[in-house]
Nanobody
Framework: QVQLVESGGGAVQAGVSLRLSCGAS????????MAWFRQASGKEREWGVT???????AYTNAVKSRFTTSKNITKNTLYLQMTNLKPEDTAMYYC???????????????????WGQGTQVTVSS
């Protein structure tokens, strides 16, 4: 069974940067969709970032220009570089994946069958 493991979260002050990592237990190929979601306490899980099989990325408006995702195929790892963090970025961050896709990626949580356990990011003002 494929596993995703996130790391890199923490408690930081507003304005600093963090880099999250999502390691996959299998080789991530060029036909895989991977995404970052986040869920704040008491709120629904929301989409943040998608890494398409062709290498393009998509970001929700709330994180565009501050967050950047990248994939290291050799290390089977997806990264999320977060800069200028804000208190409203406080949430549990999840990595999700769907492998061997034939169409573009979705930003809907239910579309992704594989999830990591999450890593907490807490940003104080």
């Amino acid at each position: 069974q494929v596993q995703l493991v996130e790391s890199g979260g923490g408690a930081v002050q507003a304005g600093v940067s963090l880099r999250l990592s999502c390691g996959a237990s299998i080789h991530t190929a060029t036909r895989d969709c991977m995404a970052w979601f986040r869920q704040a306490s008491g709120k629904e899980r929301e989409w943040g970032v998608t890494a398409e099989p062709d290498g393009t990325t998509a970001y929700t408006n709330a994180v565009k220009s501050r967050f950047t995702t990248s994939k290291n195929i050799t290390k089977n790892t997806l990264y999320l570089q977060m800069t200028n963090l804000k208190p409203e970025d406080t949430a549990m961050y999840y990595c999700a994946a769907r492998f061997d896709v034939t169409r573009g990626c979705s930003n809907r949580p239910l579309w992704y069958p594989v999830w990591g356990q999450g890593t907490q990011v807490t940003v104080s003002s």
